[in-house]
């Protein structure tokens, strides 16, 4: 909807002056300064109106020395007298504003000048701002308005041959400035329309001339025309000039431009800058956690904010604040139901209600989330005896995860593990005597049903000076053992202090327990002394106890051991 923004001052005419650029007066009284419709004496009593403007006009007359009238006139910077100023009303309709000159401000240009530069836009510059200049619109097709009816209202009665197209046999909107804001076709709010005083077919002089409409338009006593160009060649000439005003509000009249003069109620244009948003177009990269993106958005008018994830609407915000920081926030739930490893777009889109409308597109990738185990890396210095380490699994997206336990890369154990159930890894015993003094490192991996992987590492030195060992099981006997032969599998024992103990009644509370280290060391049989038991059967039993001796680095290897016994 167009919107009337009020009369501004605005720049100065200047007439060039042969490279001394003088500035003019804008017109006090822009009527006519001659007859312009008849230089008879007697039409001129029957055009009451002519007869009424004549002689009172200060409409600035050319003064055509040059084919081109810019080479003589331009608007310029806005002169410091008030009486030099110009007087626009300004309009906005969508995304342009327009300031229609209040008044006719130079007359009487010849056929001779270039229509094309009278028409067409040309940038110019006023008070360090830009414009486009040009002729008011004005529409070859005739418009009446009715002097009978209740309301008036713009008829157009001919339809404007320009904007025919032979192929369809249709016209087309013709665009009429003159019809549109001055006669208030589009009924804008606080521009005035015309009275049935104001129009040529019974106008009202004194009414006319001091109503409301001609106050603000100035229309009375000077026509606004601007020349066409007719490429149909519509009723023989290839250029109209199309009036306006000047007997009536409503008045039209269409000539060849050649048999005619001109009269210049200029437009200045400039397209409405549409919303700024903050930031630039880019990549966000992976995402697997939710995020916020912040932003700010300025305008000269309310805006309207619409967030778009995948071109879904997430949120609107209407009159949105203006130029203090938004928000986008995709929180974890909406992240993980996008398809996984494809790229999304967020938009933020800025309306301002006139056709300005602003985008800002934010683009990136969901990846998923590997399991989190709790805790973190650690370097367990030296040990001498097995470790056991507590933990943790979680999937954020609630993935199943199955758990991998490895020492030096050989799997311990493989299991489904179920979120935030403390667990722990360890290393089995048979493994751990395995294990050679050095460095290790002890993993615990968990994988989620998407193939994401997370590891946690637990580093550790074996330094083990001392083996206890003593067997799990009690050998089984029939009766009393007499004698027993161990063969130990050793290397580099004479680095030790070896003990080596058994017991033939290995099923009592308190077996009796024989030094028998001599004759082990010797591979010779050992005597047992024991021949009591409080079991109700006999068993035997070894206990080997091996110790580095001192400033010993030398490493000694205990493999196991064979033997026999009666």
Known sequence: MAEFLGVVKLGTLYYKNDGKPKALKNPKNPVSRIARWSNDPEVDKVDKINTFTYGKGDINSAESKY??????????????????QLSWVKIRDKNKILYICDRVILDHLEPR????????????????NKYTCRSIKLCMAERRCDPNAESISVTICVKCPRYYDPKTEKYYYCEDEWADYILNKKGIKGLPSPQKYDLHENVDIEK???????????????????????????????????????RGADYWRGDRWESGYYEWRPVLECLKPAPTISDTDRNLGDKNKGFSISYTVSDMDTVKVTEKLNGTVIKTINNAPQNEELSINIDKETLYKLPLNSESKITIEVDDGYGGISYRNYTFTRT?????????????????????????????????????????????KTFRADSNKEYAIEIPANLWILLKNGQHKLTVNATDSNNATSIRTYTFTKKETKIDLTLKNAL??????????????????????????????????????????????????????????????????????IEKKDKVEEEIYFNGFGGAFE
């Open 67 to 84: 084919d081109s009238i810019y080479d003589e006139y331009y608007i310029g910077d806005t002169s410091l007298n008030k009486d030099e």
């Open 113 to 128: 000048h270039n229509i094309d530069e009278l028409t067409e836009s040309r940038e110019i510059i006023i008070d360090n």
């Open 208 to 246: 006319a001339y001091n109503g409301e409409h001609n106050k603000l338009w100035h229309w009375f006593g000077v026509e606004t025309s601007t020349p066409i160009r007719n490429p149909s060649g519509w009723n023989g000439s290839e250029t109209y000039n199309i009036g306006c005003g000047g």
């Open 368 to 412: 998923n989330t590997a399991p989190i185990i709790s805790g973190q890396d650690e370097n367990l210095s030296v040990v001498d005896k097995n470790i056991k380490r507590p933990y943790t699994v979680h999937d954020e997206e609630n993935n199943d995860i199955t758990v991998v336990e490895k020492i030096d890369g050989t799997i311990i």
């Open 476 to 545: 089984k006997t029939d009766d009393r053992a007499n004698k027993i032969l161990i063969t130990p599998v050793w290397q580099g024992i004479e680095n030790a202090n070896v003990k080596v103990e058994v017991c033939n009644n290995a099923n009592d509370e308190e077996p009796t327990w024989e030094d028998c280290t001599k004759s082990v060391l010797a591979n010779q049989h050992y005597n047992f002394t024991n021949k009591e038991k409080t079991a109700d059967t006999w068993g035997i039993n070894i206990k080997f106890n």
